[in-house]
């Protein structure tokens, strides 16, 4: 062979021999990793709406307090005089402490000082002390609206802790499909930055050889096309890279309470890849479904709502009854109400004794009343039976889509590995002389799309198990 050939071959081996390897990337430093669970608990820490529904919670808190204030004890002074042309009509001071009972029952006692010239005849002169007692006998003799506004407060708190569990699970699942989005695109475009890579090199071997003469000149064009069509996809992959870490960044926030916009050299964990997706086991089916009535928090807070609405029945309930309420006070001169006088003499001469009883004709506001609250704990148990539904399908729609990009990830792995075999083995021809630049792009190009097939597929598989998991109401 002459030298000249030899040394030909010998430049358009070496050449080759860098290209193939071109397309090789480095390893990342973990540095700048966001891997997913450091995103999740970054979005669980700072996110506004996170924030806000524990504010929620505190409101509720907050509402219980109010409600239990029905229920203070409450000191009143009622003080009342009249003078005229130097005559001192009456004067009346009368301090009265009142206990509301959690039954209904409320307690009273108190000191009257009544003097005057022209007392009304009503009044006892002078100081007196009464202790008495105030009961229901038919309406709110069971509850009453500040018992049932003490037990929806209570309710509402537990409402709350459900209500943000809804919150924390929806707003988990939009996160971490948006950062599977991410992975995807930044995915995409390391496949297609090292397409170019490949290319680049190709054409400097392609320029080479055909300056040495062992190629023809059409071919530099044949691969000057290809790495065009390669660059201007790499340049669509790098627009959308950066449009998913804008979309990631919407869930990013710092302690201040200031958004974070995610730097262009932070990158993902790749384990992702590595993983064999034929040995991540698929949850129960069977168990998920059967968990819902009892663990999702979308149907725990339907449960306190109609725990609200039964508490409301009870209440309106209570306008179908009659009105009687009893008020009963033992009296005593002085200001000592128990002093100087046997028990006996309280009931024969020294007490104060009344009665209301109060019946509607026809009951048509207590009817009316009654009847609504039922109808709306019909209504709101049709629209447990509806959402309990919808997420039983939702949960069987993900576990099959789950399965499914499972078996299809199976699929695209053998075929992209397929691909890159008879890339592989086009190469040795191309190299040999045996093939053509045009059979080699079109290898090269169904690796690529392959290649982001298979990425889509795997991406979709995660996203599918984050939101099978969303739906069974398990993200917290």
Same mark, same amino acid.
């Given at each position: /062979?002459?030298?000249?050939?030899? /040394?030909?071959?010998?430049?358009?081996?070496?050449?080759?021999?860098?290209? &193939?390897?071109?397309?090789?990337?480095?390893?990342?430093?973990?540095?700048?990793?966001? +891997?997913?669970?450091?995103?999740?608990?970054?979005?669980?820490?700072?996110?506004?709406?996170?924030?806000?529904?524990?504010?929620?919670?505190?409101?509720? &808190?907050?509402?219980?307090?109010?409600?239990?204030?029905?229920?203070?004890?409450?000191?009143?002074?009622?003080?009342?005089?009249? +003078?005229?042309?130097?005559?001192?009509?009456?004067?009346?001071?009368?301090?009265?402490?009142?206990?509301?009972?959690? !039954?209904?029952?409320?307690?009273?006692?108190?000191?009257?000082?009544?003097?005057?010239?022209?007392?009304?005849?009503?009044? +006892?002169?002078?100081?007196?002390?009464? #202790?008495?007692?105030?009961?229901? =006998?038919?309406?709110?003799?069971?509850?009453?609206?500040?018992?049932?506004?003490?037990?929806?407060?209570?309710?509402?708190?537990?409402?709350? !802790?459900?209500?943000?569990?809804?919150?924390?699970?929806?707003? *988990?699942?939009?996160?971490?499909?948006?950062? $599977?989005?991410?992975?995807?695109?930044?995915?995409?475009?390391?496949?297609?930055?090292?397409?170019?890579?490949?290319?680049? #090199?190709?054409?400097?071997?392609?320029?080479?050889?055909?300056?040495?003469?062992?190629?023809?000149?059409?071919?530099?064009?044949?691969?000057?096309?290809?790495?065009?069509?390669?660059?201007?996809?790499?340049?669509?992959?790098?627009?959308?890279?950066?449009?998913?870490?804008?979309? =990631? &960044?919407?869930?990013? $926030?710092?302690?201040?309470?200031?958004?974070?916009?995610?730097?262009?050299?932070?990158?993902?964990?790749?384990?992702?890849?590595?993983?064999?997706?034929?040995?991540?086991?698929?949850? &129960? =089916?069977?168990?998920?479904?059967?968990?819902?009535?009892?663990?999702?928090?979308?149907?725990?807070?339907?449960?306190?709502? /109609?725990?609200?609405?039964?508490?409301?029945?009870? =209440?309106?309930?209570?306008?179908?009854?009659?009105?009687?309420?009893?008020?009963?006070?033992?009296?005593?001169?002085? !200001?000592?109400?128990?002093?100087?006088?046997?028990?006996?003499?309280?009931?024969?001469?020294?007490?104060?004794?009344?009665?209301?009883?109060?019946?509607?004709?026809?009951?048509?506001?207590?009817?009316?009343?009654?009847?609504?609250?039922? *109808?709306?704990?019909?209504?709101?148990?049709?629209?447990?039976?509806?959402?309990?539904?919808?997420?039983?399908?939702?949960?069987?729609?993900?576990?099959?889509?789950?399965?499914?990009?499972?078996?299809?990830?199976?699929?695209?792995?053998? #075929?992209?590995?397929?691909?890159?075999?008879?890339?592989?083995?086009?190469?040795?021809?191309?190299?040999?002389?045996?093939?053509?630049?045009?059979?080699?792009?079109?290898?090269?190009?169904?690796?690529?799309?392959?290649?982001?097939?298979?990425?889509?597929?795997?991406?979709?598989?995660?996203?599918?198990?984050?939101?099978?998991?969303?739906?069974?109401?398990?993200?917290?």
């Amino acid at each position: /062979m002459p030298i000249f050939d030899f /040394m030909k071959k010998l430049i358009y081996c070496a050449c080759f021999f860098l290209y &193939s390897f071109a397309g090789i990337s480095q390893d990342t430093s973990r540095n700048n990793m966001l +891997t997913p669970e450091e995103f999740l608990a970054i979005v669980r820490t700072y996110h506004p709406v996170i924030k806000q529904a524990d504010i929620g919670i505190e409101m509720a &808190s907050a509402e219980i307090l109010a409600a239990r204030g029905a229920f203070d004890p409450y000191f009143y002074l009622n003080s009342d005089q009249k +003078t005229f042309d130097g005559k001192r009509y009456y004067q009346h001071t009368n301090p009265e402490l009142k206990i509301p009972t959690w !039954y209904g029952i409320e307690l009273k006692a108190g000191l009257e000082n009544n003097t005057g010239e022209f007392l009304n005849s009503e009044s +006892t002169f002078g100081k007196t002390s009464y #202790a008495g007692i105030s009961v229901s =006998l038919a309406r709110n003799l069971v509850i009453d609206p500040r018992r049932a506004a003490l037990q929806q407060a209570k309710i509402f708190r537990n409402q709350s !802790y459900a209500e943000r569990q809804v919150i924390i699970n929806d707003l *988990l699942d939009q996160a971490i499909y948006a950062y $599977w989005n991410w992975v995807k695109a930044l995915r995409i475009r390391q496949l297609l930055q090292d397409a170019v890579k490949v290319n680049e #090199a190709r054409l400097q071997l392609i320029k080479t050889a055909s300056q040495l003469g062992d190629r023809p000149a059409i071919d530099t064009i044949e691969a000057l096309s290809q790495l065009q069509s390669f660059q201007g996809l790499e340049a669509e992959a790098i627009l959308n890279a950066k449009n998913a870490a804008v979309e =990631l &960044s919407n869930f990013l $926030w710092k302690e201040n309470n200031s958004y974070y916009i995610l730097p262009d050299q932070t990158v993902s964990d790749t384990r992702w890849n590595e993983i064999g997706i034929d040995t991540i086991a698929l949850p &129960s =089916l069977t168990d998920l479904l059967a968990a819902i009535p009892l663990t999702h928090p979308k149907l725990k807070y339907f449960g306190f709502k /109609m725990n609200v609405l039964e508490v409301d029945r009870k =209440l309106k309930f209570q306008e179908l009854l009659p009105i009687v309420n009893l008020r009963a006070n033992v009296l005593n001169r002085g !200001y000592e109400v128990w002093k100087g006088t046997n028990t006996a003499g309280f009931y024969e001469n020294n007490n104060k004794f009344g009665i209301d009883i109060g019946v509607p004709l026809r009951f048509s506001k207590g009817r009316a009343a009654y009847k609504i609250a039922r *109808l709306k704990i019909q209504e709101t148990g049709f629209e447990i039976s509806m959402t309990q539904q919808q997420i039983e399908n939702k949960v069987n729609y993900y576990f099959n889509e789950l399965a499914g990009y499972q078996q299809q990830v199976r699929i695209y792995e053998n #075929a992209y590995k397929n691909y890159q075999t008879l890339l592989r083995g086009e190469e040795i021809r191309f190299r040999g002389g045996e093939s053509s630049l045009f059979l080699l792009n079109i290898r090269e190009n169904k690796v690529i799309e392959a290649g982001i097939k298979l990425t889509e597929t795997k991406i979709k598989f995660y996203q599918s198990r984050v939101a099978l998991q969303a739906a069974a109401g398990l993200l917290r």
